[in-house]
Nanobody, 126 residues
């Protein structure tokens, strides 16, 4: 069974930086596109960024472009999200996800991902 475990969230001040990490169980990571999504209270889960198995960045959400950087380490089975200049509107639970091999949905659609972590909370007071 695939397990994704996120870490790195917390309470930060506007303008701060933080790094989210997601570790995947071995043998289930290197061949897959990985992504970060987030969900704020009472809002739909939204796409943040995605990276291909070879490390090419597919896209960033407009709201995070220039402030967030996705990366991966296929040796350590880790995908990371570096967040800079964090804003109150970035407050959400952040999830990493593994894209389904079928690619039936676009890379920015939650339906296209078959494994999810439990999420890590990022809170930025206004």
């Amino acid at each position: 069974q695939v397990q994704l475990v996120e870490s790195g969230g917390g309470l930060v001040q506007a303008g701060d930086s933080l790094r989210l990490s997601c570790v995947a169980s071995s043998g289930t990571f290197s061949g897959y596109t990985m992504a970060w999504f987030r969900q704020a209270p009472e809002k739909e889960r939204e796409f943040v960024s995605a990276i291909t198995s070879s490390g090419s960045i597919l896209d960033y959400a407009v709201s995070v472009k220039g402030r967030f950087t996705i990366s991966r380490d296929n040796v350590r089975n880790t995908v990371s999200l570096q967040i800079t200049s964090v804003k109150p509107e970035d407050t959400a639970v952040y999830y990493c996800a593994r894209r389904s091999i079928s690619h039936s949905y676009s890379y920015n659609a939650p339906e296209g991902y078959d494994y999810w972590g439990q999420g890590t909370q990022v809170t930025v007071p206004s």
